[in-house]
C-alpha cells in the first residue's frame, strides 16, 4: 500500500484546512489509518485514527479535528478546524494498527506542510 498525503498549506490562526490520504496498490479497508504530524525539532505525535465508526484523537485536536474515510475505502482525510499555531508542522498519513503510536503503523505517506500563522 502507498500512501499519498495532500491538501496542506498556509493558513492564519482560526482558519480551517483539509488533508487528504489517498491509498494506492491497494484498499484502505483492512486497515487503520491514522494521521501524525512532526514540528521542527520535535518528535512525531499522533494527532488521529480512525478504525471503522471507531475515531480516536489526541487530547490537543480534540474538537476541533475530524477524521473520516470514503466508502471506498481509498481516501482517509482530516478536517482541520479552528487551527491554532502549535498545529503547524508536517502531517503524515500511515496505515497499520489502532494505536497512539507510530511504531504500529507499517505504511506512511510522504507528508504534507501545514503552516499556521498567528
Known amino acids: 500500500v502507498q500512501l499519498q498525503a495532500s491538501g496542506g498549506g498556509l493558513v492564519q490562526a482560526g482558519d480551517s484546512l483539509s488533508l487528504s490520504c489517498a491509498a494506492s496498490g491497494g484498499t484502505l479497508s483492512s486497515y487503520v489509518m491514522g494521521w501524525f504530524r512532526q514540528a521542527p525539532g520535535k518528535e512525531r505525535e499522533f494527532v488521529a485514527a480512525i478504525s471503522g465508526l471507531r475515531t480516536l484523537y489526541a487530547d490537543s485536536v480534540k474538537g476541533r479535528f475530524t477524521i473520516s474515510r470514503d466508502n471506498a475505502k481509498t481516501t482517509v482525510y482530516l478536517q482541520m478546524n479552528s487551527l491554532k499555531p502549535d498545529d503547524a508542522a508536517v502531517y503524515y498519513c500511515?496505515?497499520?494498527?489502532?494505536?497512539?503510536?507510530?511504531?504500529?503503523?507499517?505504511?506512511w505517506g510522504q507528508g504534507t506542510q501545514v503552516t499556521v500563522s498567528s
Open positions: 500511515a496505515a497499520g494498527t489502532l494505536s497512539m503510536y507510530a511504531r504500529n503503523y507499517a505504511y
